[in-house]
C-alpha cells in the first residue's frame, strides 16, 4: 500500500496528557499537511512542511501543538496538556510539489478523544 | 470566518433520484476542488475546476465552476447508495489559517436504496 499512513488510528487519553501521532506520506512527496477536523466541520488547516521546513502555520494552533517533520519524510504532530477541546479527527496529506493544481492525498486520520 | 459556504448542510434522497449541492463564496478563486469522504476515512479527490464556466464529468457526477469563479456546483444523476458520504469543497485561499487550501463545512449526503 503506497498511501498516506496515519498511527494510531484512534486515541483516548485524559485530559492534561501528551499524545503524539505519526504521518507516513506517499514517499515521493515533498509536501505534507495537517488538518483537524471535528463533527459537522470540514477539515482546518494546522500546518504544512515542503521537505523538512515548515512553511505555515495556522493562526488558530495554540502552543500546546508541535510539528515536526525531520529529514522530511514522516511526520509527527504532538499536543501536550490535552484539553477537552483538542478531541478530533487529525489529519495528515500529502502532496507533490508540480505543475497545475495541486492535489492532497489524504490518510485515514487519527480519532482522538480526550477525557 | 468561512470562505466556503456549502449547501445543503444535509441531504437524504432516495436511490435513483438527481440531486445538486452548491459552494458559494463573496472571494474569487483561481481553482476549485471537490472531495467525498466516508465516515471513518479521510476526503478523496474528485476533481478539479480551473476556468470559469468549466464543466466536468465523472459518470454520474457533473462539476461546473462558475463564471466569476466564486462558486461550483456537483450534480448527481440517478444516485445509488454507494454516493453516501460528506462531499467537499476547498480552494486555495489567505484567511486566519494562512495561505492554505481550505474546506467549506461540507455537504452530508445519505442516499437510501
Known amino acids: 500500500d503506497t498511501g498516506v499512513s496515519q498511527n494510531p488510528r484512534h486515541k483516548i487519553t485524559k485530559r492534561g496528557q501528551n499524545v503524539t501521532f505519526r504521518c507516513d506520506p506517499i514517499?515521493?512527496?515533498?509536501?505534507l499537511y495537517w488538518y483537524r477536523q471535528t463533527l459537522g466541520q470540514g477539515p482546518e488547516f494546522l500546518t504544512y512542511f515542503q521537505n523538512e521546513a515548515q512553511l505555515e502555520k495556522s493562526r488558530l494552533l495554540s502552543d500546546r501543538f508541535s510539528a515536526e517533520r525531520p529529514k522530511g519524510s514522516f511526520s509527527t504532530l504532538e499536543i501536550q496538556r490535552t484539553e477537552q477541546g483538542d478531541s478530533a479527527m487529525y489529519l495528515c496529506a500529502s502532496s507533490r510539489r508540480g505543475t497545475g493544481v495541486e492535489k492532497l492525498f489524504f490518510g485515514s486520520g487519527t480519532q482522538l478523544s480526550v477525557l | 470566518t468561512q470562505l466556503l459556504e456549502q449547501s445543503p448542510q444535509f441531504l437524504s434522497i432516495q436511490e435513483g433520484e438527481n440531486l445538486t449541492v452548491y459552494c458559494n463564496s463573496s472571494?474569487?478563486?483561481?481553482?476549485l476542488q471537490w472531495y467525498r469522504q466516508e465516515p471513518g476515512e479521510g476526503p478523496v479527490l474528485l476533481v478539479t475546476?480551473?476556468?470559469?464556466?468549466e464543466v466536468k464529468k465523472l459518470k454520474r457526477l457533473t462539476f461546473q465552476f462558475g463564471d466569476a469563479r466564486k462558486d461550483s456546483s456537483l450534480h448527481i444523476t440517478a444516485a445509488q447508495p454507494g454516493d453516501t458520504g460528506l462531499y467537499l469543497c476547498a480552494g486555495y485561499s489567505n484567511s486566519n489559517s494562512g495561505y492554505a487550501l481550505n474546506f467549506g463545512k461540507g455537504t452530508s449526503l445519505l442516499v437510501t436504496p
Open positions: 514517499s515521493e512527496h515533498n509536501r
Open positions: 472571494s474569487v478563486f483561481s481553482s
Open positions: 475546476v480551473v476556468t470559469g464556466g
